[in-house]
């Protein structure tokens, strides 16, 4: 059985893994530092040898602070498309440039997706994984109707579900973050990410992991509550988890 495990979700850093049954692995971004990936790996039970690869959403550093030493450590192949790769200077040189085709990292295949935000390039990923379908989009100010059509089918969507609205106006932020982040390039609400998993559990969406959620703008229990709520009105019935920062991986199995 497919897993997607999320080693560290938020603002602090990002990384995560899709694993097949075979025990190969897909590293979606590397934003903490290698003796943290290592250390919630081992947490997670799987060892570093079953990465194939990493793939890369976007340049910021919360998505990619520890890649460099992680390649330097593992001689592991980056998937990016170019011009996230032209942003990353020292991944360029090894990496796997490619755009929306699909590509195999061992035995699970890729296809990139482009999200808004305010990045060179964001991409959204699906996963292919022992006949089962993963999605990932976070980082993304707005879900539009590409977006849906990449992600409809999911088995698992793995979405931010970033800041609560109320709790965004009246927070710590100065008026030009908080507009950057309710942007189209910025981060889903709430509400955004439980509109955009209901429409996809119509689709046979069944299973949810939420991430990215904001420590100063936002709660688990607040994102998780929303996205349940949209679902219970409609009487769908869908998995929720939330992915934190905690050093206690996050798996799911598909």
Partial sequence: ?????????????????????????????????????????????????????????????????????FLCKTGLP?????R???????????????ENDPF?????????????????????????????????????????????????????????SNYDEIMLENGPYPPHLRRRIRSEKGHLSNRECADTVTKLALLGLRKVVLGHVSENNNTYLQAKRCTLDALSVLGLDVAVEVADESPEPLVVEV
Avoid: W
């Fill in 1 to 69: 059985m497919a897993k997607f495990i999320s080693l560290y979700s938020g603002s602090k850093g990002n990384a995560c893994v899709v694993l097949s049954e075979s025990g190969e692995g897909v590293l979606l971004d590397c934003g903490v530092s290698f003796t943290k990936l290592k250390a919630g790996l081992d947490a997670a039970g799987v060892p570093l040898s079953a990465l194939r690869g990493v793939v890369v959403t976007h340049e910021h550093s919360d998505h990619i602070g520890g890649l460099s030493v």
């Fill in 78 to 82: 980056v998937y990016l498309n170019r």
């Fill in 84 to 98: 996230t790769a032209q942003t990353i200077s020292f991944a360029l040189e090894d990496a796997v440039v490619s």
């Fill in 104 to 160: 195999p990292v061992g035995n699970i295949e890729v296809r990139r997706f482009p999200v808004r935000h305010d990045a060179a390039a964001c991409s959204g990923y699906v996963f292919k994984v022992d006949g089962k379908k993963i999605t990932a989009m976070t980082d993304c100010g707005i879900v539009d109707a590409r977006m849906l059509a990449a992600a409809a089918d999911s088995d698992l969507l793995y979405i931010e």
